[in-house]
């Protein structure tokens, strides 16, 4: 597990615990059976984001409107697998959260870590807390789908044969997506990004893709898996460049190449483990959106986006 992207994805997702219902239902903005989340509560999590955003979006009604409704669904999810742990009787000890923490301390140079949080104005017990949520969602994903999520081995080596075995080596890379619902949005990012705003950031706050919450981190991609509308797009570009603009049926998107590498046939094993992680995360992708929707079916809701 990369901790370290565990903890910049919790400096994007801090918000209150949600709390058992004890408070007035007109200060209600979100209810998932008995769990809450009051105006205050949700109000002090938008203020915990609103650094990521500048001072002209912010006066924008309309885009402050946006936003707010973008983290009001966020929250949502996060709360709906929170119940969903509750009937797991699922939980994080105080073991895994200060083994967890050691790791991600050990990710960041002396004294960088807290600069970190007081970057962010984060309090350490209020991330500390926000990081045992983290750790528990990511439990009942295990739990629920990665642990019925398999990756055969003969698919992985399928995927490796495609390579050109004449060369007896495998080409990877690891790239970051931004995906945007219009062409003049995409515009804007890729202008912003190449001027040099960090690309991470720019898709933690406007990306719509599954990897939004993680900077638009995609990890490892061997050559050869991705659609060729995106191989023929980014294979040629050199480490820490960034693709035009390429139009789907889902979007406009923006890649942004990270590393890139070949392994020899002596490397099989790194670059088979790297590719069934990339396997894996693509069957999830396919199978969190049914599994989230189901839970949201079975549980009580109510959503009052009025109050925001």
Known sequence: MRYIHVFLFILGSLFPLASCDNSPSVNIVLRVEDLVLTLPEFNEYFESVKAAYSVDELKRPSIRRIIRLRLLHQLLDEMVILKRAEELDLNVTDQELEKVIKDIKSDYPRKSFEDMLIKQVVSYSRWKKMLKRRLL???????ELLQ??????EKVKTTLEKQDTSREEVEYMRISHILLPTLKEAKEILRRAKSGEDFGLLARKYSIGSEAPQGGDMGYIVKGELPNVFEDAISDLAEGSISSIIKTPSGFHIFKVIEKNR???GNAMESFT???TYLERERLDKVYGPWIKGLKARYHIEINPGVI
Request: charged fraction near 45%; avoid cysteine; aromatic fraction near 0%.
């Open 148 to 153: 019925k999520i398999n990756v055969a081995e």
């Open 137 to 143: 969602i990511e439990k009942v994903i295990k739990k």
């Open 274 to 276: 790297k590719n069934k």
């Open 263 to 265: 392994d020899m046939n």
